[in-house]
């Protein structure tokens, strides 16, 4: 079993910046993504941003491009979304999951989740 969890979000002003954190720990072998989801209030959840636990490469939707970091740390099963630049339309309830096949922007391709985490955007 895996268990994900994320930390970090909170209220700030547009032009702000967040930081957060997600921990897997379990059964984590054989993962070989982390990615970033959110969903809005009467949205359908969307890919923000992944990593290759491998490799390091990361992927983006395009409009946090810019203004949007994931990374990791491989010894702690840790990944971070670093979010600067933050707008109102970034409101939402942010989501780690971790990955172990298909396309990396795909949520089926993830099998477990966290909570998630409500980041919000003042103007």
């Known amino acids: 079993q895996v268990h994900v969890a994320e930390s970090g979000g909170g209220l700030v002003q547009a032009g702000g910046s967040l930081r957060l954190s997600c921990a897997a720990s379990g059964r984590t072998f054989g993962s070989y993504a982390m990615g970033w989801f959110r969903q809005a209030p009467g949205k359908e959840r969307e890919f923000v941003a992944a990593?290759?636990?491998?490799?390091?490469?990361?992927y983006y939707l395009d409009s946090v491009k810019g203004r949007f970091t994931i990374s990791r740390d491989n010894n702690k099963n840790t990944v971070f979304l670093q979010m600067n630049s933050l707008k109102p339309e970034d409101t939402a309830v942010y989501y780690c999951?971790?990955?172990?096949?298909?396309?990396?922007?795909?949520?089926?391709?993830?099998?477990?989740w966290g909570q998630g985490t409500q980041v919000t955007v003042s103007s």
């Open positions: 990593i290759r636990w491998s490799s390091g490469s990361t």
């Open positions: 999951a971790q990955g172990s096949s298909g396309p990396i922007t795909i949520a089926t391709s993830y099998d477990y």
